[in-house]
């Protein structure tokens, strides 16, 4: 059974300050790895994904991917009351995109 | 931009009733997928497809159907509502050669009375 494990929080953190959100995945053949931004009541959305080890940067989000470890993170700089909502990380292991794994999301409340 | 519709918003239906939730992309993606989401258990895969009139099982497909008879269309089928079917319906398309990204609809909150 493939497995990706958050931490469900809730996160707190001050407006301003830099949240963490860390994944684990258990599938060593994974490829792709996605984050989505879920707020409450809709649907999620894509915020990041990263393929290769390493960072990438896109605005105030930096995904981190350590395959080695099996570890892939999200940090949000300058954190705002907007950011507040459920970060839910997915993992794919296949080509074609149909072996996707979602994780059970971590909940963030970024405090004014 | 990508487009997931979803048929409705929310659906109110009785225990024993057929009900059908709506898919439709505009994105000509070949992956199209169904989720419920309940509170504590994340997202479940329900069934996906890879393919007109393709199908495969996800983790949860009791009690449920699917039908792919368009590319753009994927319908899923509770054929006989029960109460514990209540929850968030979640469609999704993705494309093999578009980076695998889900993309999801607004969803559709059932309640089974």
């Known amino acids: 059974q493939k497995e990706v494990e958050q931490n469900s929080g809730p996160l707190s953190v001050p407006e301003g300050a830099i949240a963490s959100l860390n994944c684990t995945y258990s599938d060593r053949g994974s490829q792709s790895f996605f984050w989505y931004r879920q707020y409450s009541g809709k649907s999620p959305e894509l915020i990041m994904f990263i393929y290769s080890n390493g960072d990438k940067e896109d605005g105030r989000f930096t995904a981190q991917l350590n395959k080695a470890s099996q570890y892939v993170s999200l940090l949000i700089r300058d954190s705002q009351p907007s950011d507040s909502a459920t970060y839910l990380c997915?993992?794919?292991?296949?080509?074609?995109?149909?072996?996707?794994?979602f994780g059970p999301g971590t909940r963030l409340s970024v405090l004014p | 931009d990508v487009k997931v519709t979803q048929s409705s918003r929310y659906l109110v239906k009785r225990t024993g009733e057929k009900v059908f939730l709506e898919c439709v992309q505009d994105m000509d993606h070949e992956n199209m997928f169904w989720y419920r989401q309940d509170p504590g258990l994340g997202l479940r895969l329900i069934y996906f497809?890879?393919?007109?009139?393709?199908?495969e099982k996800g983790d949860i497909p009791e009690g449920y159907s699917v039908s792919r008879e368009k590319k753009e269309r994927f319908s899923l089928i509770l054929e006989s509502a029960s109460t514990n079917q209540t929850s968030m319906y979640l469609c999704?398309?993705?494309?093999?050669?578009?980076?695998?990204?889900?993309?999801f609809g607004p969803g559709t909150r059932l309640l089974v009375l």
């Open positions: 497809s890879y393919d007109v009139k393709m199908k």
């Open positions: 997915a993992v794919n292991a296949d080509n074609y995109g149909q072996n996707f794994v």
């Open positions: 999704a398309s993705s494309s093999p050669t578009g980076g695998e990204t889900q993309y």
